[in-house]
């Protein structure tokens, strides 16, 4: 039971990065991170 239950978080996880991958996640990440890096420091 254990390591079906393993096995199934693991393929739950690796779905959802695909679908965060496909749906062009990692982009905006990184806009928001940038945008609060520049406000941190006071430029943006």
Same mark, same amino acid.
């Given at each position: 039971? #254990? ?6 978080? +693991?393929?739950? =996880? +690796?779905?959802?990065?695909? +679908?965060?991958?496909?749906? !062009?996640?990692?982009? !905006?990440?990184? #806009? ?5 890096? +520049?406000?941190?420091? =006071?430029? =943006?």
């Amino acid at each position: 039971m #254990n390591k079906i239950a393993r096995t199934l978080i +693991l393929i739950t =996880g +690796l779905v959802f990065i695909v +679908l965060g991958i496909w749906h !062009d996640e990692p982009a !905006d990440i990184m #806009n928001k991170a940038v945008t609060v890096c +520049l406000e941190c420091i =006071g430029i =943006g």
